[in-house]
């Protein structure tokens, strides 16, 4: 059974970081591609940052040079640290895994950049 569990998300200043945390379990950690996403309210949801089993990154145009995506397959976890975060960068951050054409999500953490 695949399990996706975040943390690390809550208030923060602008211009201020948070690293966020996925713990997976269940999946094939040679086979997948993990990634965040966001959803605003209101708004759709995005992909913020994805990286494949082999390390292979992509981001969003809106975060490249802010945000870094990175795993740990030994202790199953893949991150997101969050730098120089701004008002537009609010949104419930989403973990998910694309394992053999199943995306498999998490049940999302808040992140809230405000003074």
């Known amino acids: 059974q695949v399990q996706l569990v975040e943390s690390g998300g809550g208030l923060v200043q602008p211009g201020g970081s948070l690293r966020l945390s996925c713990a997976f379990s269940?999946?094939?950690?040679?086979?997948?591609?993990m990634g965040w996403y966001r959803q605003a309210p209101g708004k759709q949801r995005e992909s913020v940052a994805t990286?494949?089993?082999?390390?292979?990154?992509n981001y969003a145009d809106s975060v490249k040079g802010r945000f870094t995506i990175s795993r740990d397959n030994a202790k199953k976890m893949v991150n997101l640290q969050m730098n120089s975060l701004k008002p537009e960068d609010t949104a419930v951050y989403y973990c998910?895994?694309?394992?053999?054409?199943?995306?498999?999500w998490g049940q999302g953490t808040q992140v809230t950049v405000s003074s």
């Open positions: 998910k895994c694309d394992q053999l054409g199943v995306a498999y």
């Open positions: 990286i494949s089993s082999g390390g292979s990154t």
């Open positions: 269940g999946i094939f950690v040679s086979t997948n591609t």
